[in-house]
């Protein structure tokens, strides 16, 4: 089964300062991992995704993730908040939680980034 | 660049109706998805659908929903007797193929308000 946690609801930066947003996932595999962001009435856009091929992902406006197997961690982080920034976002584990298929993405609750001037 | 679209943004039904959920794929996609959020809560999985047929579908796409490709463009999601329970967000997705690491693209999503 698949699953991911992320262990922030909300993040709240500075202009100009980095940007860390945490996940943790569990899979009974080779996860697939991806990073959506959801900017207010905006559908889910993929920021990045790890494909093992290597485990720094650079991903769109300068964020990047690192995929840990040792900690089963794969924290988005960007060096440079900009307002634009602020948004909600997923992280996301392909699979379903209850492990019958893997045409399902699994989503974290969402951390809401917010940005201040 | 190409998306997905979805109509209605927004719609509003009274318990007991149907509803039907309309998206537009991306042209070359052959992989389609739904998926919904309620309201404070996760994006959960449905159902997938290739070559005319459901590929995967979830514990909560029981016999009140059901999707289709009525043409070559459309893909769309009933609901045949809506809950209050019902009442989310519902995005449609689509990607070109099936791989670990294929990307879904999401459109905007529908929202549903069930009263």
């Known amino acids: 089964a698949q699953s991911v946690t992320q262990l922030d609801s909300h993040v709240s930066v500075s202009e100009g300062t980095p940007v860390l947003l945490r996940c943790n996932y569990s899979?009974?595999?080779?996860?697939?991992l991806f990073w959506y962001v959801q900017h207010p009435n905006k559908g889910l856009q993929l920021l990045l995704k790890?494909?093992?091929?290597?485990?720094l992902v650079k991903g769109i406006n300068g964020f990047e993730a690192e995929f840990k197997k040792s900690e089963t961690s794969f924290h988005l982080t960007k060096p440079s908040a900009h307002m634009s920034d602020a948004a909600e976002y997923f992280c996301?584990?392909?699979?379903?939680?209850?492990?019958?298929?893997?045409?399902?993405?699994?989503f974290g609750k969402g951390t809401h980034l917010i940005i201040q001037p | 660049e190409p998306e997905v679209t979805q109509t209605p943004s927004h719609q509003v039904t009274q318990m007991g109706q149907e509803v039907i959920l309309r998206c537009v794929p991306i042209?070359?996609?052959?992989?389609f998805y739904w998926y919904r959020q309620i309201l404070g809560q996760k994006v959960e999985f449905l159902v997938s659908?290739?070559?005319?047929?459901?590929?995967?579908k979830s514990e909560i796409f029981d016999d009140q929903f059901s999707v289709e490709r009525p043409d070559g463009s459309n893909f769309t999601l009933k609901i045949r007797s809506t809950k209050l329970e019902d009442s989310a967000m519902y995005f449609c997705?689509?990607?070109?193929?099936?791989?670990?690491?294929?990307?879904?693209?999401f459109g905007p999503g529908t929202r549903l308000l069930v009263l």
């Open positions: 997705a689509s990607s070109r193929d099936r791989g670990s690491w294929e990307t879904q693209y």
């Open positions: 042209s070359n996609h052959l992989y």
């Open positions: 996301v584990v392909r699979g379903t939680v209850s492990g019958g298929g893997a045409d399902g993405l699994t």
């Open positions: 659908f290739y070559n005319n047929e459901i590929s995967e």
């Open positions: 899979s009974s595999y080779s996860p697939s």
């Open positions: 790890y494909t093992s091929a290597a485990t």
